[in-house]
Structures are given as C-alpha cells and as structure tokens.
DNA sequence: TCTCATCGCTAGCAGTGCTAGAACCTCTGG
DNA sequence: CCAGAGGTTCTAGCACTGCTAGCGATGAGA
C-alpha cells in the first residue's frame, strides 16, 4: 500500500469516526428535545429513532440502551447547569449565594424535563464509588463557590450539601404543585435568611 | 317481599360491599408491599393481579388504572408518615424540630418506595386546585407544629415549606446516593441550626 | 471484477397497561 | 324445583414498550 493510500484510509477513518461522532450528539439533543417537548414518557426508542431518521438498533450501537442515553442528556445537563451557575454572577447588592440560588431555581423551572433526567429519575447515574461525571463536580463546585462566603465556622462541604438539598427540594416539590407559588420570593428569602450568618441577618 | 326477607338483601348487599371493600384494601397492601420489596418496576398489573389471586381486569373494577393504585398507595402512606410525626416526641433536650426531622428523614429511608410514591412520582395527586387528601394535610399539619416554636417573626407556613422542602432534598438526594453519608449528622445539625432563630444559636 | 467485512435494516420476542366479550355463578320469580 | 336475569370474573387480545437476531446492501481492498 503507498503511502497516499495509507494516509486515505487513516481519513476516511477520521471521518467514519467524526459522523459518527455527529450522529451519537444528534440522539442526545434528539432525546432532550423531546422530553422537553412532551415529557419523557414520550421519548420511546421508536420516536427516537424516527426522530433521527435511523432504525432502532442504531440506538443500542451508540448507547447500551434507553438508560444509557438519558445518562448522556443528563449529564450534558449538568454541564449546563455548572455554565448558568457560573455565570451567575450578583446583580448589585445581591449575594453571591441568592444569585447562585436563583440560576439554579431558575434552571429547574425552565427545563423540568431535563432536571429530572439529571437528579429525579434514579438511572443510577455513577454518583457513588464509580467515576462522578466532571460537568457534576463543576456544578456542585459553584455551589461550594456560592456557599463559601457564607460558611463562617461551619463545615463547607456539609453546608452545600444542606443549600443544595434544600434548592433541590424546592425545586422539585414546586414542579409538582406540592408548594404555594404566592410563598415563592418568600422562601427564597426564608432560606437565604436561615443559611447566612446570623450577623449577616441585615442581609442581602 | 316480607319485611325479613327485605332486609336479608340489604345485609347481603352489605356483606358484598364490605367484602368489595376488604379487596380493595387487599389490592392496596399488595402493591405496597411488591413496591417495598422489588420497587416499583416491578410493580405490573399482572405480578399484582396474581399476588391477590384475581385475574388483572378485577383491579380495574376497584382502579381506573395503575396510577390510581400507586396513588392510593401514596395518600395512605401520607396517612403513615402523619402518625410518625405526631408521635415523634423530643427526648429530653431535643427540639421538637430535631423530632421531627429524624422522623421524617428516617420514615424516607426506611420506606424509599412508598416515599417515592408519596413525593417523588407526579402522580398528579391531587394536590392543587382539587381535594387533597386529609392524610397529606394532617402531615404537613405535624410539620408546621414542629415548626412554630422556631418561627419568630417570620411566616410560618413559608417556614415549614423551607422545612419539608430541604428535608424532601435530602432524603432524595441521600436516596439517590447523591450525598456522603460520612456528612449525615453535620448536614442535619446545620440545617436546624439554620432554620432555629439566631437566639437559639445555643441549640438542640 | 470479485471477496469480504461493515453497517443499517426488517422482523420478531417477551413484557407492559388496558379492555371487549365470553363464561360463570348467584339470586329471583314462576 | 327450575329457567332465566343480573352481576361478576376470566380468557383472550390490542397497541404499545425496550431490545435483538439475522438478513441484505454498500463500499473497501486485492
């Protein structure tokens, strides 16, 4: 074989490699997309597959099955996340903790269905002893950031913990009707309140 | 027809009825129990229609579907977590918030599957604009007790919804595998701290 | 041009929630 | 005592789910 042709294969590779690439982010944004559109019951590998104009079995050649695709979306979610909190930055006189609790809120209302695929449905995504995804850690990450000023003597990781059970909780009961929207700002400011410093009580 | 055999029938219709009525509980217990031992995946209407030895179109007659049973499930597990509440009494030295978020923290970690259809699955339980159910108030009413002598100034209904909101967060994240165990104790006596009244700092 | 491997497809399986209509059983009126 | 009415339960089936075996076409290499 000559070296051109040596060289053509190795692209033709790259590029089997890249659409393949391509159509693997398609499923994804595919299932996102319809799960925001019509909730997650409506994201069956038929409709899926439809949706990307492939047959069902090109899903189990990217992904090991239906959960490993909600996995995916979750996960990118959770990159969004870590960007919107990121860039969330205090308005004027506003703490860096409520700005970060109102991005997170905010995400949570917005995009229900994407929210649940990332911290609802239990798709034992690998939290525990197995690799935590890094856009997770960089959320969590601007949590800590946001909890920091805040922490005083107390323990900072615990208390991220408690502000983001806390926002979760909110989150989640307000997506079932489970909380009064007239105690909405109320709440917030309730919960920013209890998890300042007490001689930040003049706060925010 | 003689006035004895009149009521004959009535009786005989009370003994259906009663009969109807303990298969409908039956129906209520099985599918409680089939979700705490297997979760409720494997909760199906034939697994459950063969648990109560009757063929699956029977659930359908006490049922509109499958979801009302998982909510019948549901309201009489609100039913369950009211009673621990009210019977969640401070030790000595213990706030009676602390009472009641043990009780409730451990009512979610030793029954995930019946807290799962309580809170987590939108069952739309009707909860809004329609009746909800007396067991869900009666709980959140325990709630709010627990609250009050924390209150200070500030609104006690918002108040116990920040309550049961971070409470609900950890017991779904905890669940989930989402938060280290090693912080349990410290996530707790940080929250009630948080939530107590600066006066209170001295607390629990 | 022929061979072969890779890829995507058709078709199908077992299982899901749910239901129409047959079968059965009990009670009633003659 | 018996025929039939009424109510109740079951059998059998539908349309759907996630998933997969195995065939057929397409394109690369000799």
């Not at 996340?81 to 006189?93: D, H, I, V």
């Not at 949570?108 to 525990?128: C, I, K, N, T």
């Amino acid at each position: 074989m000559s070296s051109s042709a040596r060289f053509l294969v190795v692209s033709i590779q790259n590029r089997r490699e890249r659409e393949r690439a391509e159509r693997h982010q398609l499923i994804i944004d595919a299932a996102r997309e319809l799960a925001e559109a019509e909730g997650w019951d409506a994201v069956t590998t038929r409709r899926l597959a439809e949706k990307v104009e492939y047959s069902q079995p090109v899903l189990y050649s990217h992904f090991k099955g239906k959960d490993a695709i909600v996995r995916a979306v979750a996960i990118q979610g959770c990159g969004e996340l870590a960007r919107l909190l990121r860039e969330a930055r205090p308005s004027r006189g506003e703490s860096r903790l409520r700005a970060a609790a109102e991005a997170y809120l905010k995400f949570a209302r917005e995009r229900p269905a994407l929210y649940d695929a990332m911290f609802v449905q239990q798709s034992d995504l690998p939290w525990g002893t197995e690799e935590v995804p890094q856009e997770l850690l960089d959320a969590f990450g601007e949590l800590v950031a946001a909890v920091e000023p805040v922490r005083g003597e107390r323990d900072l990781e615990a208390l991220t913990e408690v502000f983001w059970s806390s926002l979760h909780g909110i989150a989640t009961l307000m997506q079932g009707g489970r909380l009064r929207p007239a105690h909405d700002e109320t709440r917030l400011d309730l919960l920013l309140g209890a998890l300042s410093l007490a001689q930040d009580e003049d706060r925010l």
